[in-house]
């Protein structure tokens, strides 16, 4: 079976070695070479003929986005993966990355207390990325664990899908590797006076959560924030989790407001799919909407086993249009899926459901509850 060959870009030798040797260290990868920045790294592509780049954000005398664009040029199907540091800075050059094609990025380790916690946070980290990538982008057969690899089927019980007449109140979406360029496709298709709150986990560490957040909203007609504690779920706003927290929603019998706590990851993802899922359909019951999307592994799974006991609908993207068909995957094996959409599709999906037996007027501006599921007024 090949190997990965990987180029790790990186203008710390430090850097450049740990993850070298972490790398190295799986049978099924390989370093095909390393860069000290941007423009060395240009040039040793078609030398070492990588599967994926690892390209850090902040370089000498071609920086990440520099060399980004340059690969870009020539490779626009070659994986890329920028390696960034949790700063606002970095978060700013990250995002920018993304949007510039990126397939996806790894944070660097900060604050671990150890360089054996280090290499562990890489191999955590970036190894499982690099595998699911490849196995989607280049058809790589690899013995990923569960987790990280491909959708499986024969997950959890099929249940009949209920009946299709309950008005939808919410709408929670879950996403992950390549999140950032499919919500911000997704989220200006909706109209300003969109009827629902809509809530939403994106796996990202602080401060990419609100820069994410800030950056959406200027694209869309609907507002978008960075969820806090406290906050009340209205009409036409969506809410994204802050970075490592996770972000549930609560009713004290009056309204519906936002809850964030800093519990157990689970998936090992803070904030995680699965503890919004299980919320919504603890408060809305079966006036729930639940989107999974893109991303790497199977956070969200049981959370819509929960919503769909409770009677809630569920879309899930297709694999064609999804960076890594993992999350979306196992929701459509387990046959909790009302739908498999291709991403250009599913705003229009959404947009009709939440419109099922309401009329679009002013009214909907003020309304924050569920018909019949004892949410209040």
Avoid at 152 to 162: G, T
Avoid at 171 to 185: H, Y
Avoid at 315 to 331: E, I, N, R, T
Wanted: hydrophobic content about 40%; some cysteine.
């Amino acid at each position: 079976m090949p190997k990965i060959r990987i180029l790790v870009v990186d203008d710390s030798v430090v850097v450049r070695r740990m993850v070298s040797d972490v790398l190295a260290s799986d049978p099924q990868l390989e370093v095909a070479g390393t860069a000290a920045n941007g423009k060395i790294a240009l040039a040793k592509i078609p030398q070492v003929n990588p599967d994926i780049v690892i390209l850090d954000v902040e370089m000498p005398e071609l920086d990440g986005l520099g060399t980004l664009v340059g690969i870009r040029k020539s490779l626009p199907t070659l994986p890329v993966i920028m390696y960034s540091t949790l700063t606002q800075r970095g978060a700013e050059a990250t995002l920018d990355a993304l949007s510039k094609g990126a397939t996806d990025y790894v944070t660097k380790p900060s604050n671990v207390g150890s360089a054996a916690q280090g290499l562990e946070c890489i191999r955590t980290e970036l190894i499982p990325k690099i595998k699911g990538i490849c196995a989607r982008v280049l058809g790589f057969s690899l013995s990923t664990p569960l987790a990280a690899a491909g959708p499986s089927k024969a997950i959890l019980p099929r249940l009949a899908l209920p009946r299709r007449e309950e008005r939808i109140d919410i709408v929670a979406i879950g996403i992950s590797t390549g999140g950032p360029n499919a919500l911000s496709s997704l989220m200006p298709t909706f109209p300003r006076d969109f009827p629902v709150p809509m809530v939403i986990v994106q796996h990202m560490p602080p401060v990419f959560t609100r820069l994410l957040a800030e950056r959406l909203a200027t694209k869309s007609q609907i507002e978008i924030k960075e969820g806090y504690m406290g906050a009340v779920l209205e009409p036409g706003c969506a809410w994204i989790a802050p970075g490592d927290y996770h972000m549930v929603v609560a009713s004290d019998h009056r309204q519906i407001m936002l809850r964030t706590y800093q519990g157990p990851p689970e998936n090992s993802c803070r904030p995680a799919v699965d503890v919004l899922f299980r919320s919504v359909a603890e408060v809305y019951k079966p006036h729930v909407l639940a989107v999974e999307m893109t991303g790497m592994g199977q956070d969200g799974l049981r959370g819509c086993q929960h919503i769909r006991e409770a009677g809630g609908q569920i879309l899930a993207q297709d694999q064609a249009s999804s960076v890594v068909w993992g999350m979306p995957g196992f929701v459509a094996n387990a046959g909790l899926a009302d739908k498999v959409l291709p991403l250009d599709q599913l705003g229009g999906e959404i947009l009709r459901r939440v419109r099922f037996g309401r009329e679009l007027t002013r009214e909907f501006k003020s309304l924050p509850r569920a018909a019949e599921s004892g949410i209040p007024r």
